[in-house]
């Protein structure tokens, strides 16, 4: 096991997550609760390049008919995100949020690790609505990003644990 994969599986450890190893890929799988909804999360190791990516897959799928409506809405919601990228398959209609670190002479941290999952799930969870909405509520992306701005903003409080969960 590699240094870059054995770093996930000390996070998944570290939190008492559950997560699940590819038999034969440098692959994890752990399932996520947030406050708006539940998808997979794949944390992968290229041990060649060498990187590292995290993947939140949304668990819709978006149908034929609202691809175009969807790719509008993520590249909107993709226009000045720092780090990171929501990306749609055109062909089967795919969503996901991938984080990424591109580590050739960089030592990676167990705290790089955190920062690339807690970013990634937390920048799903956040868009989780908006992309629901367009999907099966028919809406605008900028109708479906115009509710979600008019949310009140929640205090942040300090937490020990991080707000997700895994299944």
């Known amino acids: 096991m590699n240094k870059l994969y054995q770093q996930f599986t000390e996070f998944f ?4 997550w559950n997560y699940h190893q590819h038999e034969d890929k440098p692959i994890l799988h752990a399932h996520f609760c947030g406050e708006h909804g539940r998808w997979l999360g794949v944390a992968i190791v290229r041990e060649e390049k060498p990187d590292i990516s995290f993947l939140s897959l ?5 149908p034929v008919e609202r691809r175009a ?5 993520l590249t909107r919601l993709n226009y000045g995100l720092v780090h990171g990228s929501f990306q749609m398959d055109m062909e089967d209609g795919e969503i996901r949020f991938e984080t990424s670190r591109f580590a050739p002479e960089l ?3 167990l705290e790089h690790i955190e920062q690339l999952i807690f970013v990634n799930v937390s920048t799903m969870d956040a868009q989780y609505d908006a992309i629901m909405k367009v999907i099966h509520g028919g809406i605008s992306p900028k109708a479906a990003l115009a509710k ?3 949310k009140p903003k929640k205090p942040k409080a300090s937490r020990t644990k991080p707000r997700f969960e895994l299944n």
């Open 69 to 73: 409506a969807v790719a509008e809405l």
């Open 13 to 16: 450890e570290k939190y008492k």
């Open 148 to 150: 979600q701005e008019r």
């Open 58 to 62: 949304f668990p819709s799928r978006a």
């Open 107 to 109: 030592e990676v941290t």
